[in-house]
């Protein structure tokens, strides 16, 4: 790698050195204040279990949140043209309006990365994939679809993507333990800090 | 009575003069090629009758008719009445806030814009938290705001060689001043516990669009916005209630905001999805927008009357700061010199800045580039590429939101053309 300097970047460097030894007091007390608390305004009210289970529809890596239900490959492949996911995605799950939903064919011992940006082969998690069929499908009627049947579509596309065998049925306990071809084969982020570049040694 | 007279030419000349400066960038006579004017009033019966219309909510002058256009080759509105990616008119901007209602929009699917009642509306604010609250609308007005200017911009705001306009080179950001909680305030409130790390922000539209935000952003200057320029935030801009995540690519800015869990993982929602990389350098680039300008006058498409005095003018921003300095090169990157700031640069804002310049009448390019407090440089197009290629292997494409310099070409005929090759 080469590293083009314009002529300002010396000056450049020097901030960002001084500023990172100002900053470092500062974080170590922005640390201390996220300690919990309790309420200083008490504006708001405090929600019941059941409201706060109802909202909360954002399903993390560990499946904490996935509801009770099961649905399997076959219930899948139904409700995947019964619901109209096929009509968008086409019903061998490529070659509609919307994104593709079935990996690209890599050939044999393929990089996971080679099946194109498809998210129920691509994504690291098997949740992200029950989430979002749960938040966001179908197309106008969006969150109407019940446990058993995302559970049911989800397995489906697994199946698609040969991430599970054919008759394959999926509830909270299994989904979440589904390797994904991607659990480990990708990035985190870098910790992001106030006051600092962007990646450490590029300039711009 | 001569002496009044020739005050009021005076003033008409100047009030030309500044309505021009409003005008699309079309051709305009440079002083000396003005015909002679007659110191008459507006035609009889050219006034703007008062309206109950005029009366409640005022509109800008027929003679301008700046507008947004759909941006990235989509239609918006679809046939459906979907909204998708619109773009904010910069070639006309002036100061350094976007009007609320040509501020740029940015969706991630193509969406209806939900129609919220503010009564009904709650935010949620749960998960790793000694105390989970709902607030209202009114409970959040209750809560001590700051009021901020903050630019947000459209990771795929990206200029390419097809565009001719900064519109559609640059139009997918925009810069508002919001008024509204800060996400630590309520964070504080809600006691956030000592291992949660990551907080997801959702929106109640159809797809519930949700991203991961770090602790510390959200601690530190993320912001839950009821006002946007001194009124209610715009329905396409997350009305009744926004997250901003300030100098964080656009997607991060949870419009139609209803929930805020924290958590002590990265969620891998949808959104985040769409950031999923194995590139160590895509993955720390796709975060926090880099230092960035570009001239918005003279800008492609506009035509420049003659040689003579010119005020170049343009917008600078860096979502890792305060802009401390903005170049200005005539002459093709070859040599450069400080423009002037107008105002005062805030961080993650739109920054204005200018240069006297006198055109020759020859052809030439045009360039800005910005330096961000941090010491982050804005680079060409070929420096950013040149970074990253190898002995090997030449890059094409600059990682992450693309911030390098837009080069302007002004023609000798005063024409002026995007030079991005």
Redesign the interface.
Same mark, same amino acid.
């Not at chain 1, 909202?55 to 560990?62: E, K, L, N, Q, V």
């Not at chain 1, 691509?122 to 998690?125: A, D, V």
């Given at each position: 790698?080469?590293?083009?300097k314009?002529s300002?970047?010396k000056? !450049?460097?020097? /901030?960002?050195t001084l500023?990172a030894l100002l900053l470092l007091p500062l974080l170590v007390i *922005?640390m201390i204040?996220?300690?919990?608390?309790?309420?200083? #305004?008490g504006? *708001?009210?405090?929600?019941t279990e059941n409201?706060?289970r109802l +909202?909360?529809?954002?399903? !993390?890596?560990?499946g904490e949140e996935l509801p009770a239900g099961s649905g399997s490959v076959d219930m899948g492949s139904e409700l995947y043209l019964s619901k109209g996911c096929a009509g968008c995605h086409g019903t061998t799950g490529s070659g509609g309006m919307a994104p593709r939903l079935i990996k690209r064919d890599a050939g044999p011992n393929a990089d996971p +990365?080679d099946y194109g940006r498809v /998210?129920p082969i691509?994504? &690291? #998690?098997a949740?992200?994939v029950w989430?979002?069929i749960n938040?966001?499908m179908p197309l *106008?009627a969006? *969150?109407t679809l019940t446990a058993d049947e995302v559970y049911a579509l989800t397995a489906y596309l697994f199946f698609l993507n040969d991430v599970v065998e054919d008759g394959t049925e999926l509830n909270e306990k299994t989904l979440p333990k589904i390797q994904m071809p991607?659990r480990s084969? +990708?990035?985190?982020?870098?910790? +992001?800090?106030? !006051?600092? &570049?962007? /990646?450490e040694g =590029?300039? =711009? | 009575m001569s002496q009044k007279k020739t005050d009021r030419r005076e003033f008409l000349k100047r009030s030309a003069a500044v309505a021009g400066a409003v005008g699309l960038g079309a051709a305009k006579p440079a002083l000396g090629q003005d015909h002679e004017h007659t110191p008459v009033a507006p035609e009889p019966g050219a006034f703007i009758r008062g309206s109950d219309e005029m009366t409640a909510y005022g509109s800008r002058s027929r003679f301008v008719n700046s507008v947004r256009i759909p941006h990235g080759g989509r239609e918006s509105p679809d046939a459906f009445g979907l909204d998708f990616h619109i773009a904010t008119p910069l070639q006309d901007s002036v100061g350094e806030i976007t009007p609320s209602s040509l501020h740029y929009m940015g969706t991630t699917r193509g969406s209806f814009v939900p129609d919220i009642d503010p009564d009904e509306h709650r935010l949620m604010v749960h998960g790793m938290v000694d105390n989970p609250i709902v607030f209202s609308m009114e409970d959040l007005k209750r809560m001590p705001s700051v009021t901020r200017k903050h630019f947000i911009e459209c990771a795929g705001n990206r200029s390419r060689s097809s565009h001719t306009t900064i519109q559609e080179t640059h139009g997918m950001t925009s810069n508002a001043e919001w008024t509204g909680v800060l996400l630590s305030t309520v964070l504080k409130e809600a006691g956030v516990h000592a291992d949660a790390d990551w907080v997801v922000a959702e929106g109640v539209e159809e797809v519930k669009g949700a991203s991961s935000i770090p602790m510390a952003k959200a601690m530190d200057d993320c912001l839950l916005c009821y006002g946007m320029n001194g009124e209610p935030v715009r329905p396409q801009q997350g009305f009744p209630l926004r997250l901003l995540a300030p100098g964080f690519e656009g997607i991060f800015n949870v419009k139609w905001l209803r929930r805020i869990k924290v958590v002590d993982e990265y969620y891998m929602t949808y959104n985040d999805f769409g950031h999923l990389t194995r590139d160590p350098v895509n993955a720390a680039l796709g975060y926090q927008i880099g230092p960035k300008s570009v001239i918005t006058y003279p800008s492609g498409g506009q035509q420049l009357p003659g040689a003579g005095f010119y005020e170049i003018g343009g917008l600078a921003w860096s979502g890792g700061g305060r802009v401390s300095r903005v170049e200005v090169s005539t002459d093709g990157g070859r040599s450069w010199v400080d423009a002037d700031i107008r105002g005062t640069a805030e961080p993650m804002a739109h920054t204005r800045f200018s240069y006297e310049w006198t055109w020759d009448g020859s052809e030439c390019e045009l360039q800005s580039r910005c330096i961000d407090e941090i010491g982050q440089i804005q680079p060409s197009r070929q420096q950013a590429l040149d970074f990253w290629s190898t002995d090997g292997e030449r890059a094409t494409f600059v990682k992450g939101q693309d911030n390098s310099i837009q080069p302007w070409r002004v023609a000798s005929d005063g024409s002026v053309h995007n030079a991005i090759s």
């Open positions: 790698m080469r590293l083009a314009p300002t970047n000056r !450049g460097t020097a /901030l960002k500023r *922005g204040s996220v300690q919990a608390q309790s309420p200083t #305004y504006v *708001g009210r405090t929600p409201e706060i +909202w909360d529809i954002a399903i !993390g890596p560990r +990365w /998210l691509r994504s &690291p #998690y949740t992200t989430d979002f938040r966001a *106008g969006e *969150g991607n084969n +990708w990035v985190q982020v870098p910790d +992001w800090l106030p !006051g600092q &570049p962007r /990646l =590029y300039p =711009y | -």
